[in-house]
């Protein structure tokens, strides 16, 4: 019994050092890919949905594979920084990192397949939803990074805040707007990242 409580002890310090700690597996270049992706993604839009709240299937069709690919760039990065750390703590601190983001990313899922299905008129309001709901989950995130990335968080709700009240304008849904919201903001995120871990650490 005492061998039991003393695992489930350290078990417990471990998970709040993890919780503690800054968790440093966001690779800033791969954060930097997932913005350009968004810039690429709105070029893409203007040439194949000049009218995409006409055609908001193909237009989710779009950013999904854009969401997809900016997910597979991050988990990369996580991925090629966690092979450098072998620790269990190391390990913990990303899967604590996970649990933060990932019901934001379900419900922003979730939201997305409600309003397709049963408000597509309110399809324009999408980008400043998503955007809102990122902040929510950088928001989340942040009492496992540095504290400047509260900025990252700050930037998604305003954003998402100014795409909602303006996005029905003459043209609802366009390119624009996910790239202010996510090409913006994962681009700053990037910038805080190499300015409070890469340049912390310096060159391993």
């Given at each position: 019994?005492?061998?039991?409580?003393?695992?489930?002890?350290?078990?417990?310090?471990?998970?709040?050092?993890?919780?503690?700690?800054?968790f440093r597996?966001?690779?800033?270049?791969?954060?930097?890919?997932?913005?350009?992706?968004?810039?690429?993604?709105?070029a893409?839009?203007?040439?194949?949905?000049?009218?995409?709240?006409?055609?908001?299937?193909?237009?989710?069709?779009?950013?999904?594979?854009?969401?997809?690919?900016?997910?597979?760039?991050?988990?990369?990065?996580?991925?090629?920084?966690?092979r450098?750390?072998?620790?269990?703590?190391?390990?913990?601190?990303?899967?604590?990192?996970?649990?933060?983001?990932?019901?934001?990313?379900?419900?922003?899922?979730?939201?997305?397949?409600?309003?397709?299905?049963?408000?597509?008129?309110?399809?324009?309001?999408?980008?400043g939803?998503?955007?809102?709901?990122?902040?929510?989950g950088?928001?989340?995130?942040?009492?496992?990074?540095?504290?400047?990335?509260?900025?990252?968080?700050?930037?998604?709700?305003?954003?998402?805040?100014?795409?909602?009240?303006?996005?029905?304008?003459?043209?609802?849904?366009?390119?624009?707007q996910?790239?202010?919201?996510?090409?913006?903001?994962?681009?700053?995120?990037?910038?805080?990242?190499?300015?409070?871990?890469?340049?912390?650490?310096?060159?391993?």
């Amino acid at each position: 019994m005492n061998h039991e409580r003393a695992v489930r002890e350290i078990t417990e310090i471990r998970e709040r050092m993890a919780r503690s700690q800054d968790f440093r597996g966001f690779a800033p270049l791969a954060v930097a890919a997932t913005g350009l992706l968004a810039f690429g993604g709105g070029a893409v839009q203007r040439s194949l949905l000049p009218s995409p709240a006409q055609d908001l299937g193909r237009y989710l069709a779009l950013w999904t594979l854009v969401a997809a690919l900016g997910f597979t760039a991050a988990a990369w990065g996580i991925w090629s920084r966690s092979r450098r750390n072998h620790s269990q703590l190391g390990r913990q601190k990303t899967i604590h990192a996970v649990e933060q983001v990932l019901p934001s990313l379900v419900v922003g899922g979730l939201l997305t397949l409600f309003v397709y299905r049963g408000a597509p008129e309110a399809g324009w309001m999408l980008p400043g939803l998503w955007s809102l709901v990122f902040g929510l989950g950088a928001f989340a995130a942040r009492p496992l990074l540095s504290p400047a990335s509260v900025w990252v968080g700050v930037y998604y709700v305003a954003a998402g805040t100014l795409c909602l009240s303006r996005g029905q304008g003459l043209q609802p849904l366009a390119a624009w707007q996910m790239e202010l919201c996510f090409g913006g903001g994962q681009l700053l995120g990037a910038a805080i990242l190499y300015r409070t871990v890469e340049r912390a650490d310096g060159p391993e």
